[in-house]
């Protein structure tokens, strides 16, 4: 005979460890994005860099949506400017980086939640390679390629002439790694950081907005940081 | 070769099945979520969406065997015993604290217990943390901010225990015999769990 009888009459310990779990749980998500402020705040004086590898650590993270993506170099990266344009062209690194440049250094915001404090980056306004190429009459958009192959991304026009959207050549005031988005990627400082293209290959300008890659997967267009995506974080730009 | 007279059931066939599939998708989730949060892992395989996909599906998928599993007597069963704690588990727990060497038990010993309690208790949070992170309408962007905080630190601590569990099953054979077959030596069932008394195999 078994002695069930015996065992189902002791403390019930379990119900106790499974709803204090619960309890927990239920604190965790009311208390978490102040305990994950002070985790960042922690992250920020973190001398050494430890704090990196706790979980939801402050930081950028890798994410890609293919396989692999093709390493491109000073020898055969290109930026291909075309569309709705009077001179459409190809531009190399060494092209781009004898245009203007501007630095900007704020706050990088993804819309999964993570936030990179005061990020310097520095490239080529896009006003100056748009107004370079010369906008033709009827155009109402820009729509961004990226040599992964399969990455999209759009901003309207008006957008796309801020003076806070950069075809970025350097990040945190060092060339930008493969990893990153390099040798150039897009950085449009006022919208969540999907719309910062990585890898960027092309420019086409365009007589309405196409939907890039996330959008066609139900985020935002207009990504504003604050104001779209049901997100109330606080602006970047 | 061990002796058919010599073994005692352990763990009926639902049960075993239960275990299997929890553990493959558990180890599945682990493995994607591994694929998406650490960078160097992230960068190798790339394919977010799909990551994505396998991971959203397999941790929905995560309670469900056990569910299943509350239609079968053995495993109610043991349900009932894993969520109890009796004076032989207080004596068990003091035993190892004081680092005794005899440390009695029933059927499971009150270690053995405080892992299932924490699993089950595990699962519902992190199942209802990353339902919170998926269904993004369901809830104010800020509880999804708090659902994340929970969902990554209890991510870390649910590998931890794992990683602890299958230690433990590794320094064991036969108690890992026993998940694989159901049966166990009726001398190790003696040693390790003096308080149980086990069924014949049938």
């Known amino acids: 005979m078994d002695r069930t009888d015996d065992e189902s009459r002791g403390t019930p310990v379990g119900r106790r460890v499974v709803l204090g779990l619960l309890g927990l749980g239920a604190a965790g998500v009311a208390a978490g994005p102040y305990l994950q402020r002070a985790e960042s705040a922690l992250a920020e004086r973190d001398p050494i860099g430890l704090s990196g590898l706790l979980p939801g650590n402050n930081g950028f993270r890798y994410y890609s949506v293919v396989t692999s993506v093709p390493e491109r170099t000073e020898a055969d990266y290109t930026l291909t400017v075309d569309g709705l344009v009077e001179r459409p062209g190809t531009h190399r690194l060494a092209d781009l980086r004898a245009m203007p440049q501007r630095r900007l250094v704020k706050d990088v915001q993804c819309v999964t939640g993570w936030r990179v404090p005061d990020t310097p980056f520095e490239g080529v306004p896009l006003a100056h390679l748009l107004d370079a190429a010369g906008v033709r009459p009827g155009a109402k958009a820009v729509r961004f390629s990226c040599f992964d192959g399969a990455y999209t991304e759009s901003l309207t026009l008006e957008q796309a002439r801020r003076d806070d959207v950069l075809v970025a050549l350097r990040m945190r005031d060092d060339a930008i790694s493969h990893s990153h988005g390099g040798p150039v990627r897009l950085y449009v400082a006022p919208m969540y950081f999907y719309k910062s293209a990585k890898w960027l290959s092309g420019i086409t300008v365009t007589g309405a907005v196409e939907p890039g890659y996330w959008e066609r997967n139900g985020y935002d267009v207009d990504a504003w940081v604050g104001r779209s995506n049901g997100r109330d974080d606080a602006p970047t730009s | ?202």
């Open chain 2, 1 to 202: 070769m061990r002796r058919r007279a010599d073994l005692v059931l352990r763990f009926s066939r639902a049960e075993r099945w239960v275990h299997r599939t929890t553990a493959a998708l558990m180890g599945v989730c682990l493995a994607t979520a591994a694929c998406l949060y650490v960078a160097p892992l992230a960068e190798l395989v790339g394919n977010r969406p799909l990551v994505v996909t396998v991971h959203v599906w397999c941790g929905l998928a995560l309670p469900v065997p056990l569910l299943l599993g509350l239609a079968f007597r053995d495993l109610r069963a043991d349900f009932v015993r894993l969520s109890r704690f009796t004076a032989v588990d207080r004596q068990w727990l003091r035993a190892v604290r004081g680092r005794a060497a005899h440390r009695p038990a029933g059927k499971f010993n009150a270690g053995q217990k405080l892992y299932a309690q924490w699993t089950l208790g595990a699962i519902l949070v992190i199942v209802g943390t990353g339902l919170l992170m998926w269904l993004t309408h369901l809830a104010p962007a800020s509880w999804r901010t708090g659902a994340t905080f929970v969902h990554d630190w209890l991510a870390a601590a649910i590998a931890v225990v794992v990683a602890g569990h299958v230690r433990m099953a590794w320094r064991d054979r036969e108690a890992r015999l026993g998940m694989r077959t159901g049966l166990v030596e009726r001398r190790w069932a003696e040693r390790e769990h003096p308080h149980w008394r086990a069924a014949e195999p049938e």
